[in-house]
């Protein structure tokens, strides 16, 4: 597809799909790595029209990114800024804060919308071309129910075993891609599991868990369903 290239920095596998498939109906093209040092490597050898990263990656924040971003374009005064988007969960105050005097370019907050991206991306790239198809809304849904079993088996493990950090961590990570895919039910127990086991573990968290659970079995019988369908 000829369209502007734009970096996608996102170490979460259903948040890159959801994320390609936005700008890819908004007929941009664009690559995906995993962590700032990926895409550090990548920027070396290719010129992107934008950068978008999410705040937390595996190696890095998004905002230490920024600035080893910003550092390398000082060193090679000859080139132009690339146009760097934060975004995130985290409050946009807090973002703010963080990525004072990088030259930030825009800020967005989590969930991201189509109409959000191409209002941020409109100004920067200078031609959109017609808009491509995007990925198929049941593909995408079937990757976050393997995604989400996954997690719902290393969540009764770390539960049971008091492991609170690391039920934390998983529990973010399915709250943020059931958020971006606008599964409310998902996200809304996979947060209260996270909060719960950040401040005060109680009973309360195995009916999170149960909802959690009963919420990607309802899932699972939609997909089905509509797998059923005749053509």
Not at 207 to 228: G, K
């Amino acid at each position: 597809m000829r369209s502007a290239l734009i970096l996608v920095v996102e170490d979460h596998p259903i948040n890159r799909r959801m994320l390609q498939a936005q700008l890819a109906a908004e007929g941009w093209q664009s690559e995906l790595v995993a962590t700032g040092a990926e895409a550090l490597l990548w920027l070396t050898h290719t010129r992107p029209v934008a950068v978008i990263t999410d705040y937390v990656l595996e190696d890095m924040t998004g905002v230490e990114l920024l600035h080893r971003v910003r550092r390398w374009e000082a060193d090679a005064s000859a080139l132009p800024a690339i146009p760097m988007i934060l975004y995130s969960g985290m409050s946009l105050d807090y973002l703010q804060r963080e990525s004072r005097g990088l030259d930030c370019t825009a800020i967005l907050t989590k969930p991201i919308s189509r109409a959000q991206l191409r209002q941020t991306l409109a100004p920067i790239v200078a031609q959109k071309l017609p808009a491509a198809t995007p990925a198929a809304p049941d593909d995408l849904l079937t990757d976050l129910l393997q995604f989400g079993y996954l997690q719902l088996a290393s969540l009764k493990l770390s539960i049971k075993n008091q492991r609170w950090a690391e039920t934390a961590s998983i529990a973010h990570g399915l709250r943020g891609a059931a958020a971006v895919l606008q599964l409310k039910e998902i996200s809304q127990a996979a947060a209260e599991i996270e909060n719960q086991s950040r401040t005060n573990p109680s009973e309360t968290m195995e009916d999170a868990f149960s909802r959690l659970q009963n919420a990607l079995e309802r899932l699972a019988l939609q997909l089905n369903a509509s797998r059923a369908k005749p053509l």
